[in-house]
Every structure is written in C-alpha cells, then in structure tokens.
C-alpha cells in the first residue's frame, strides 16, 4: 500500500465549478500536509501548508485535515481556467525527514 | 517567479558528455533538496542537504554527483548519463531540514534529455 494515494484524474470542470481533490495516507504519524500546485513545464508551487485537522483558508481555496479519517482535501471555489495545472498533496512524517507526495491530480477548467 | 533559481531552464547532452545543473536561493534556507521528476509523476528525492552537508542520498547512481559549495548555491553534476535520466531535475530549499513548521519551496527545474 503507498504512503499516499492520490486520484490521477484528470478531472475537467466548467469554470465557475467548485473544485474538489483529496488525498488519503495510510500513516497516522503524518502531521503536516501541504498542497502544491504544478503547471505545464514549471516547478511545484506551494499553495497551502496545514497542521492540525480541521479547515484553513487562502482566497479561493480552503485545505481540510481529518486526522481520524487520515483524508485530505482541497476545494477551490469559483474555479478558473488560470487553475488549470496539477495538485500535488505531499506530508511530512513526524519522524524522519522524508516528505511524502501524492501522484497529482490533473485538472482542467473549462471556459 | 520562484525564489528558487534554476539553470539552464532546458539542457541536451549526450550520453559522454559532463555538465552540471545549479540551482540558487536567497531566503536563507539551510536546507536544499534534488528531486528527479518524470512525466505524470510526483517529484521523487534524491538528495537532501543540510548545512552544506549530505545528509540524505536516496541510493542515486554515481553518475549523479552533488556538491554545495555554500548555503545559497546548490549543484549537481552529470556524466554519462542514460537515456533514462532525461526528466525535470527540480532543486527546492526549506528552512532546516526536520523543520516540520516550513515547508519546501521548489524551483522551476532543469528540464534534462539525453541522447
């Protein structure tokens, strides 16, 4: 079983959509998630970076943390085709140094 | 743009030749990172620095060489590499390694074919 599952998509949403992409693990000792945000032919670019469970908000997006169901999400409202690239979801492990990512998700937003 | 500098943006090589890939940040992060990335893939780690020491080499082959000469600049150096290395080499840096409050930060990578 991998550390982090992650569904590859791709996922094509109209633009205005609210947009949905979750990751789940499989290790309670992960504590910190983050979100990354990768387009076409460019590095990864951190969007979000959440610690305890629960919701955190930036703007358009919101990161959700549920510890106990060891899930991970991030919606982003009122999506735009600007918001066209892959997700990543990565997490740190509390021991360690080893910094775990999810295979991405594609998504497309479609004017 | 990145605080995280990469070049060059793009390199060809043959399979005999030398070159090396660099990689800069002026955030004052301790810790730098190389990460190898293939197509449709996640970013797979190769080695981590810390304080301008390896601390972590992820059983990458010899051909792959990195060197950090200080804390802002990290290198890496390729000979007679394969086909199979062609991919985006991604350079990111974080405040301390096991600094679990500051993620890493990613460059916009070299991306690397070989012929």
């Known amino acids: 079983q991998k550390e982090v599952e992650q569904d590859p998509g791709p996922l094509s949403v109209p633009e205005g959509a609210i947009v949905s992409l979750n990751c789940t693990y499989s290790?309670?000792?992960?504590?910190?998630f983050m979100w990354y945000r990768q387009y076409s032919r460019k590095g990864p670019e951190l969007l979000m970076y959440?610690?305890?469970?629960g919701n955190k908000e930036d703007g358009r997006f919101t990161a959700q943390v549920d510890k106990s169901s060891k899930y991970i999400s991030l919606f982003i409202r009122d999506s735009q085709p600007s918001d066209s690239a892959t997700y990543l979801c990565?997490?740190?492990?509390?021991?360690?140094?080893?910094?775990?990512f999810g295979t991405g998700t594609s998504l497309t937003v479609i004017p | 743009d990145t605080e995280v500098t990469q070049t060059p943006k793009h390199l060809v090589m043959g399979m005999t030749n030398k070159k090396s890939l660099k990689c800069e940040q002026h955030?004052?992060?301790?810790?730098m990172y190389w990460y190898k990335q293939k197509a449709k893939k996640p970013p797979e780690l190769m080695f981590v620095?810390?304080?301008?020491?390896?601390?972590i080499n992820e059983s990458v082959p010899s051909r792959f060489s990195p060197e950090c000469p200080n804390s802002s600049l990290l290198n890496l150096h390729l000979h007679a590499l394969q086909p199979e290395d062609s991919a985006l080499y991604l350079c990111?840096?974080?405040?301390?390694?096991?600094?679990?409050?500051?993620?890493?930060?990613f460059g916009d990578g070299t991306r690397l074919s070989i012929l």
């Open positions: 620095y810390s304080y301008e020491k390896l601390s």
């Open positions: 990565a997490m740190y492990r509390g021991a360690g140094n080893q910094f775990y």
């Open positions: 990111a840096s974080s405040q301390e390694l096991g600094n679990y409050n500051q993620p890493q930060h």
């Open positions: 959440t610690y305890s469970s």
């Open positions: 290790n309670s000792a992960f504590q910190y």
């Open positions: 955030m004052g992060h301790r810790a």
